[in-house]
């Protein structure tokens, strides 16, 4: 299967360019981070956690359904997605990003091939993917269409709900440290400590927005996994993305 989780990712020290970016906005400090709260019944497993998580449970949605899929919502850029969009025959509209460079680029509410699903999303992954996507295995839904100001708390901001044949491989990607197996209420709780910066200082002084994003951060992840209200597992990984 495709491995979507950048958290995984890192404690299996698999660091791509995606990881990277997932940790771009980060300065030094200390960031407690939105719960990943997953839930079970009969028939379906929900799952809700924080912004960042959005493109990779996209991702994770995109590779695992099938048929047609309904997509709502918007996909932001400070690049000129137009030629892409009309590429993949999506229908949209354009509109300035309120307060914010770049646009929003409105997707109308369409049924497009669970392959072109996959598709946009590998191909814009680079960008902020604000909507909605539903097929017959589930559902992905956003709290707001819109990016959320950096720093603020962004909690339940994207939740995914899918049924229970897709919760092997969810567990693989998601709850890939987590020793349980029947479960009524899971929550991953993490607090990323970020230690040191290493800045191209010479890029510094040319482009600070572009030196920040290509510096390489190091620190620490702490790992808290509840289960049924009890602390199942506590762990540490050292990173440098």
Sequence with gaps: MTQTNFIKKIFANDITEEVHNAFTRYSLGEFVKEP???KRSKDKITASTGFEYLNFLQRFFAENVSGEVEIDGVIESVRDLSPKLKELD??????????KSG?????TKQ????SLYKKMVNE???EYLLFNAKAKEGLLKLKKKTTPKLGSPTEKFVTISF??????????DYLFDVPAGDFKELKVEQTYYVQDIDLDEKLLEKDADLARRKAQRRGEIKR????DGKVVKESKVKFKV
């Design 90 to 99: 999506l229908k949209f509209t354009v509109e300035r990003r309120f307060g």
């Design 163 to 172: 049924s229970n044949e897709l919760l092997p491989l969810f567990k693989e």
């Design 224 to 227: 808290i996994v509840t289960v």
């Design 111 to 114: 049924n497009i091939s669970a």
């Design 124 to 126: 814009l992954f680079g």
């Design 36 to 38: 990943f709260i997953v």
């Design 103 to 107: 646009n929003k680029f409105k997707l």
